[in-house]
């Protein structure tokens, strides 16, 4: 059974950084596409960002620039590297595997709480 898992989140000053880690087990992770999504509150999960299996990269217009998606094969383990956090930015983030870029895949973490404020 496929388990992802969450963490990384917290309370950042705008302006602050955070990464986030997605842990997957019961995969054969290499060979998926890997995406973090968000949700506000009182609004539709977006795709951030996706990294395919050959390691090419997609992101939202909103965090170009500011956020890295990176994965780690041997780890079985997706990254989330948020730098210049904006308030705009606090939502829930999961993990997704096997999406694409407007299609999200089957399996879903937990979530993880990012909050941005002062």
């Known amino acids: 059974q496929v388990q992802l898992v969450e963490s990384g989140g917290g309370l950042v000053q705008p302006g602050g950084s955070l990464r986030l880690s997605c842990a997957a087990s019961?995969?054969?992770?290499?060979?998926?596409?890997m995406g973090w999504y968000r949700q506000a509150p009182g609004k539709q999960r977006e795709l951030v960002a996706r990294?395919?299996?050959?390691?090419?990269?997609n992101y939202a217009d909103s965090v170009k620039g500011r956020f890295t998606i990176s994965r780690d094969n041997a780890k079985n383990t997706v990254y989330l590297q948020m730098n210049s956090l904006k308030p705009e930015d606090t939502a829930v983030y999961y993990c997704?595997?096997?999406?694409?870029?407007?299609?999200?895949?089957?399996?879903w973490g937990q979530g993880t709480q990012v909050t941005v404020s002062s």
């Open positions: 019961g995969t054969i992770f290499s060979i998926y596409a």
């Open positions: 990294i395919g299996s050959n390691g090419i990269t």
């Open positions: 997704n595997q096997g999406g694409g870029i407007t299609v999200a895949g089957n399996y």
